[in-house]
């Protein structure tokens, strides 16, 4: 197993996607915490792009925050959810399940195969 090393600033813009959703829904980041089930000290370090959220939390931001994985993660610049992203309870819950990282993966996968229809 590697060791996972933070990288101060290095998702910035990644991480002023989020704060800037969040701050629209009119949520602070102990409410979004909550929603999450993290602390608000994990929701910092990702606004402040010092991280990315795991594969565990990725998908239960995109749901809260209504926004597509991909623009998160800078692959597309329109915030809305395409249609077929939307995750039902228990997908959400396999997600959470997932290895750090692999939820990532797995959102990755999804809307290549959502890209070929």
């Known amino acids: ?10 998702y910035k813009i990644q991480g002023k ?35 990315l959220p795991s594969g565990r939390y990725m998908g239960k931001l995109t749901l809260h925050l209504d926004v597509d994985a991909d623009y998160i993660l800078l692959r597309q610049d329109d915030k809305k959810r395409r249609r077929g992203d939307e995750i039902s309870k228990e997908e959400a ?17 999804v809307n290549t195969l959502i890209k070929k229809r």
């Open 93 to 109: 819950e396999l997600l959470n399940a997932l290895a750090v990282g692999d939820g990532i993966r797995v959102i990755q996968l």
């Open 1 to 10: 197993m590697g060791i996972s090393y933070q990288m101060p600033g290095k």
């Open 17 to 51: 996607r989020i704060a800037e959703r969040r701050e629209e829904l009119g949520y602070s980041q102990e409410e979004l915490a909550i929603l999450l089930d993290t602390s608000q000290t994990q929701v910092s370090r990702w606004e402040r792009g010092d991280m």
